[in-house]
């Protein structure tokens, strides 16, 4: 299993991490008779115990990385309380709720199969039923045995081993080698801070920042450290966090148009991150893309983005995120592909998670 976290002064991401579940256990029926003045001989009254509670998993906001499961690898829900005499049934544990956030994979870890996709905001799943309560001698009784001394045990909750994994979901994602300033266009189009700095794999985890445009429109910007040559192989930090512009709605791919100490030309440039990104999906590769060159505060040569558009048979688009020269443009190329997509794939409304829900598909 790859590292699923990294530390990086006092910010730890988490993007995968195993849990074991298990559901309560039902209450054990009780054994009991009446026995009050004048009924000596009042029969079977042993009570039904109740039900343990269920675990349940729900995408909920305000949850951003599986920090919580990194100390807590076990969660229990309680188990059902036994039944008494006078036929009085114990009281059923509350389902234990594990709160994700929206964008976690679940899966079985010992079969790999995908139990469930917790993508937007109230999605659930139902992990581990708890037991069912057992029943009391009431319940055995009959014509022909009318003192049952019998009772069951409740039954014992489902438990497993899940996988859990992060996909985070954003409109934008960026891609593009070590330093192609990625993150400082992040921190002009967002309020988003990321660390800046004049070396590469400044960026050691995902940022994700919200770029506010004209009209109330809103977009999730998602900044991923820079992949290199070999990536899907796991080499460097890009493999590790690929995953993560599998959601997003289009792919805005950075090129330096003024790389330092390389003699790595922009074509170059666009085709190494191609080939690594064709590499790890093919579903991926096939996203909306568009080509932007950075950095063209620093380039005499300001026709650089008509030799590359020409060589790539598509438009390029040129900014400076220093300067602020058509970002705004930028901001309305992107809005119009995303609010076509958007319209295109609008999810149906969530339902409340039941009390019990056994449904894992």
Same mark, same amino acid.
């Given at each position: 299993m790859r590292p699923s976290s990294l530390l990086f002064g006092a910010t730890v991401f988490i993007d995968e991490a195993e849990i074991y579940v298990c559901g309560g256990n039902g209450g054990a029926g009780c054994v009991s008779f009446r026995r009050e003045r004048f009924l000596?001989?009042?029969?079977?009254?042993?009570?039904?115990?109740?039900?343990?509670?269920?675990?349940?998993?729900?995408?909920?906001?305000?949850?951003?990385?599986?920090?919580?499961?990194?100390?807590?690898?076990?969660?229990?829900?309680?188990?059902?309380?036994?039944?008494?005499?006078?036929?009085?049934?114990?009281?059923?544990?509350?389902?234990?709720?594990?709160?994700?956030? *929206? &964008?976690?994979?679940?899966?079985? #870890?010992?079969?790999? +199969?995908? $139990? /469930?996709?917790? @993508?937007?905001? =109230?999605?659930?799943?139902?992990?581990?039923?708890?037991?069912?309560?057992?029943?009391?001698?009431?319940?055995?009784?009959?014509?022909?045995?009318?003192?049952?001394?019998?009772?069951? *045990? &409740?039954?014992?909750?489902?438990? #497993?081993?899940?996988? +859990?994994? $992060? /996909?985070?979901? @954003?409109?934008? =994602?960026?891609?593009?080698?070590?330093?192609?300033?990625?993150?400082?266009l992040l921190s002009r189009m967002s309020k988003a801070r990321p660390k800046i700095a004049a070396y590469p794999f400044t960026t050691l985890e995902p940022q994700l920042g919200i770029v506010e445009l004209p009209g109330h429109r809103r977009c999730v910007m998602a900044d991923l450290p820079g992949l290199i040559e070999g990536a899907h192989r796991g080499e460097g930090l890009g493999d590790t966090f690929l995953r993560h512009i599998e959601r997003t709605r289009v792919l805005l791919h950075l090129i330096d148009a003024a790389p330092v100490g390389t003699d790595t030309s922009p074509l170059e440039a666009y085709r190494t991150v191609r080939r690594e990104i064709e590499s790890y999906s093919s579903a991926l590769a096939e996203k909306p893309e568009f080509v932007v060159l950075t950095k063209l505060d620093l380039v005499p040569d300001q026709d650089l983005c008509t030799t590359l558009a020409e060589e790539l048979d598509c438009k390029v688009l040129g900014i400076s995120a220093v300067t602020g020269a058509h970002l705004k443009e930028l901001g309305q190329v992107l809005w119009g592909s995303i609010a076509d997509i958007r319209q295109e794939t609008m999810p149906e409304p969530a339902r409340p998670a039941p009390d019990h829900q056994t449904d894992l598909t």
């Open positions: 000596p001989k009042g029969g079977p009254d042993g009570g039904i115990g109740g039900d343990g509670g269920s675990v349940i998993l729900e995408a909920v906001d305000g949850v951003d990385t599986l920090l919580d499961f990194a100390g807590r690898h076990h969660w229990r829900a309680d188990n059902g309380r036994p039944g008494m005499g006078k036929n009085m049934t114990g009281a059923s544990s509350e389902d234990l709720r594990v709160l994700l956030p *929206p &964008g976690t994979l679940v899966y079985d #870890r010992d079969t790999d +199969l995908l $139990l /469930k996709d917790l @993508a937007v905001v =109230g999605d659930f799943v139902c992990v581990a039923q708890g037991g069912r309560g057992g029943r009391g001698n009431k319940s055995f009784a009959s014509p022909t045995n009318q003192t049952p001394r019998e009772a069951e *045990p &409740g039954e014992p909750g489902e438990e #497993r081993w899940l996988r +859990l994994e $992060l /996909k985070l979901i @954003a409109d934008i =994602g960026l891609v593009g080698l070590p330093n192609a300033g990625k993150s400082t």
